[in-house]
């Protein structure tokens, strides 16, 4: 029989794997941790607005809109997430009902009732609130049609429970689609902010959203701009989504945020839990990619420019 002798200096567990792909992935992800743990921000100027929108279905808008709303929350901030998505999924990840006799924005739209009767806490964190959709907002797109002011309804209500509900953030989770829906929420936010899947239909979708911008900056609200793109489903193996990652930090240096949002199992389990994934795994890659990026967004101050 042979005996291979141990190195005096090192053991066997200590020298096997300490330079592989997955002992370097979590020897990043603990370092990720301990500066997220060091992270401070200060939250005390006016409250932000921001639509989180992307006319291109199945870019991460919703899953987005909820952790960053959890991690700004973790983070000490005040957050209203307003659910302005007829299926409701943002609702669904908050943890708020959202059955078909809650009151919700579709009452706040159609009815006028002030925001704060249809607003509930989330079970998630003391800080975080939702506004909740039910299916009756399917049925909004038509019946804002004939209503006065049709697409300030939203700036409006927001407008009114901010007078005696300090926020800090407000984000509002849109269809994935140009209705009436999406314009109120435009026309109520000062800042958009864009999830794009690093694939190359996104690039298309992102283009015609800017057009949609300009439209609503030019008729129904001036100060809106485009101050945050986020990359999500990143890949870091493939040579399309790094390509398309170079592509839009070239055409968008100031708007996309360093971090990006990995492929991850844990991300698409959550909602099924009703929780955001910081809820459900707060360690996990894809938890720490969503509490970096709001620590950015946090830390950036807003811009006041208007996109050209």
């Given at each position: 029989m042979f005996h291979v002798k141990q190195s005096e200096k090192t053991s066997a567990n200590e020298s096997f794997g300490m330079d592989t792909p997955l002992a370097r992935e979590l020897a990043d992800l603990s370092a990720r941790r301990r500066a997220l743990e060091a992270a401070k921000v200060e939250f005390a100027g006016d409250t932000r607005v921001l639509t989180v929108s992307n006319q291109k279905g199945g870019v991460g808008k919703t899953t987005s809109a909820v952790n960053i709303a959890s991690a700004l929350a973790g983070l000490g901030a005040k957050v209203l997430v307003i659910d302005l998505d007829p299926q409701g999924n943002a609702s669904t990840a908050l943890g708020v009902p959202h059955s078909a006799d809650t009151p919700s924005v579709y009452d706040v739209l159609i009815d006028e009732f002030p925001l704060a009767e249809i607003v509930q806490p989330s079970p998630e964190d003391p800080n975080l609130f939702c506004a909740p959709s039910t299916i009756h907002l399917a049925g909004a797109e038509i019946e804002l049609v004939a209503q006065v002011a049709r697409e300030h309804r939203l700036r409006r209500a927001v407008e009114d429970y901010l007078v005696d509900n300090a926020m800090d953030f407000v984000i509002i989770d849109c269809p994935p689609s140009l209705g009436l829906l999406t314009i109120n929420a435009f026309t109520a936010a000062s800042e958009v902010f864009i999830p794009i899947q690093c694939e190359y239909y996104a690039l298309e979708g992102l283009s015609q959203l800017l057009g949609s911008i300009q439209m609503i900056q030019k008729h129904l609200n001036?100060?809106?701009?485009?101050?945050?793109?986020?990359?999500?489903?990143?890949?870091?193996?493939?040579?399309?989504a790094q390509q398309v990652a170079e592509e839009v930090r070239t055409h968008f240096p100031d708007q996309v945020l360093e971090t990006v949002i990995p492929r991850s199992v844990r991300v698409s389990e959550a909602p099924s839990f009703g929780q955001t994934v910081i809820a459900y795994d707060g360690q996990s890659a894809g938890a720490i990619a969503y509490r970096e990026a709001a620590v950015e967004i946090a830390s950036r101050i807003a811009t006041q420019s208007k996109e050209k």
């Open positions: 001036p100060a809106l701009h485009l101050s945050t793109i986020l990359l999500t489903m990143f890949d870091g193996r493939t040579r399309l």
